[in-house]
């Protein structure tokens, strides 16, 4: 099946750093990724779409200055934390849409972010 | 509003034996995906089953089961046999036509040996 790479896995920063998180879509093209945010034993709350070649759309509540993300080609999307705080800690994931098939969702293994 | 209910914050199941998941929805939409996944405490989201609002015919993989009921805007996840490996917290997400999924809050199944 369809493989969605996310890294890293987890990470620690220091607050006021930035932190980069990539999602690779390895064998099909990924039109459309989403990105998601989840605090635990709750729900994934959708943060923004990033289509290839277009801004990103940030879903009401999301500070789009504060979590920047680029899908530059069909197969890699990144979600850049900003000037890190603790608030910010969470785990978050990526899904990408197979082009051409709408029901084709793959997730990425999600990265936990700890902000000291 | 809630476009996914999932009413279960949590289930226990003896091993061998089947368990019901509810999710209702709210939409209208006439073409939309329901979806269900599996999170093991790994964090990963398993993609286990989905359903398309045109198809006629309940979806089925494997030992997972969708009861689609349109009409009451429900997709019940039936999990039959149940096995250890099965503990985890599973979601029930809906697609619409602009590709987004919500999710339910999520059920947390223990299976008992």
């Known amino acids: 099946g369809a493989v969605v790479s996310q890294h890293p896995s987890w990470v620690i920063c220091k607050s006021g750093t930035s932190v980069k998180i990539e999602c690779r879509s390895l064998?099909?093209?990924?039109?459309?990724m989403f990105w998601y945010r989840q605090f635990p034993k709750q729900s994934l709350m959708l943060m923004a779409t990033?289509?290839?070649?277009?801004?990103?759309?940030?879903e009401q509540g999301v500070e789009k200055d504060k979590f920047l993300i680029n899908h530059a080609s069909l197969t890699l999307s990144t979600l850049t934390v900003t000037s890190a705080h603790p608030e910010d800690s969470s785990f978050y994931i990526c899904s990408a849409r197979e082009q051409g098939w709408r029901e084709k969702l793959f997730f990425g293994s999600g990265t936990q972010l700890s902000v000291l | 509003a809630q476009k996914i209910t999932q009413t279960q914050p949590g289930m226990f199941v003896q091993e061998k034996e089947a368990v019901t998941l509810d999710c209702t929805y709210d939409?209208?939409?006439?073409?939309?995906?329901l979806f269900w996944y599996k999170q093991p405490s790994s964090g990963e989201m398993i993609f286990l089953i989905y359903q398309g609002s045109y198809d006629e015919q309940n979806a089925t993989e494997g030992r997972y089961s969708l009861n689609f009921q349109k009409a009451r805007k429900s997709a019940n996840l039936v999990i039959s046999a149940s096995q250890l490996g099965d503990s985890a917290m599973y979601f029930c997400a809906m697609r619409e036509n602009d590709y987004k999924l919500s999710f339910g809050a999520g059920t947390t199944v223990t299976v008992r040996a």
């Open positions: 939409t209208s939409d006439q073409s939309y995906g």
């Open positions: 064998d099909f093209q990924a039109t459309t």
């Open positions: 990033s289509n290839e070649g277009s801004k990103a759309t940030y």
